[in-house]
């Protein structure tokens, strides 16, 4: 059973309220007040030490990158950030620590403007909850359900970084060394696409973060809207110092690794014209990687024909680990 089944199976079960517009499946719910102008989105991230970040970790990082993948899945829907709360488990209570976690956490809170309003703190082996609260307009919200046939795909930013941080750091890639900081700097401090995701409200049918892997996530996309997508590799937006690896790693790192905390969007071909307006005031552009098509399944080719990574995609409970 991998992670998603397990929740299908035990956990997912039918909206007692009507104001839950949108319950578990998406990168947030969405929950409706009434009288309220906006609506809530509503998500939740762990971090796990030995899991998603080694010991040797800096606090630092833990706690940039704990409201980080938070943030994402609220940029993923389209939402305004609000607040956050935040559970801690900690095996002491280590000073030295905790204020290199409070560093990075509140450089993040303060770039994208969150306030810290809660939370618990409690004795354990080291792991790190968040729930973060945003806004959006009622109908606004970039769902994983609303991808139709005819829509094209494209990406924020670079993919592969962080995998290219995760394998340097391992020593299972050589870079020149220029690269080094930036792609461990991609892996330990991603930059949630909050003004990406806002400016994609209204233009994209449907959107996710890419957390797990291109391959993966676009498949919840696929999944969720009941169609299938094609798309050439040729146009994966890879770094310079992805091209220098490229010989070595191939394109795997690229769709199946995830931590990239890029969105990925479908548009449908009307709305092109808003797209190029609003891509134009993003920094980190926005690519067009192929289109969705009716036939179900993800379809990757470039140059020499269809290709098929090695592995689908992070996910708890059915994996060896990451790449
Ligand atoms: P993301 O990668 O965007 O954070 P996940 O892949 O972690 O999303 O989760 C997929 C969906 O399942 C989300 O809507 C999430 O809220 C929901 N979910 C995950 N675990 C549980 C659980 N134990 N109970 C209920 N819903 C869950
Ligand atoms: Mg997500």
């Not at 199976?9 to 578990?24: K, N, S």
């Not at 070595?248 to 797209?275: N, W």
């Not at 080719?301 to 992070?314: F, K, L, W």
Request: glycine content about 12%; hydrophobic content about 45%.
């Amino acid at each position: 059973m991998d992670e998603f089944g397990l929740i299908e199976q035990f956990f997912t079960r039918r909206a007692r309220h009507p104001e839950v517009v949108l319950g578990i499946g998406d990168d947030a719910a969405l929950v409706a007040l009434a009288g309220a102008s906006e609506q809530l989105a509503a998500t939740t991230d762990t971090l796990v030490e030995g899991v998603h970040f080694p010991q040797s970790a800096k606090a630092f990082d833990v706690g940039y990158k704990a409201l980080a993948v938070n943030v994402s899945d609220l940029a993923a829907m389209g939402a305004r950030p609000l607040a956050f709360l935040l559970s801690l488990t900690l095996p002491a209570a280590d000073p030295q620590w905790l204020a290199g976690f409070r560093d990075g956490l509140f450089a993040l809170a303060q770039a994208v403007g969150i306030d810290l309003i809660g939370g618990d703190t409690v004795r354990g082996p080291l792991s790190v909850t968040i729930t973060a609260l945003g806004a959006v307009a009622p109908g606004a919200a970039l769902r994983r359900d609303g991808a139709r046939v005819g829509d094209r795909v494209y990406v924020s930013g670079l993919l592969g970084e962080a995998a290219l941080g995760f394998l340097l750091r391992g020593g299972r890639v050589s870079l020149p060394h220029e690269f080094h900081e930036p792609v461990l700097t991609r892996l330990d401090r991603p930059v949630p696409r909050i003004a990406e995701g806002r400016a994609l409200v209204g233009i994209a049918s449907a959107a996710i973060d890419i957390s797990d892997g291109l391959v993966a996530d676009l498949g919840h996309i696929l999944a969720a809207s009941g169609v299938g997508a094609r798309l050439d590799l040729r146009r994966l937006p890879l770094s310079a110092a992805y091209d220098a690896a490229f010989a070595s790693v191939g394109y795997d790192p690229a769709l199946v690794f995830g931590d990239d905390y890029e969105l990925c969007v479908t548009v449908p071909p009307e709305r092109e014209k808003a797209l190029a307006a609003a891509a134009s005031r993003l920094p980190c552009g926005l690519h067009y990687l192929g289109d969705i098509v009716a036939a179900p399944g993800l379809t990757l080719y470039d140059g020499q024909g269809v290709y098929t990574p090695a592995r689908a995609g992070y996910n708890h409970f059915d994996d060896p680990g990451p790449v």
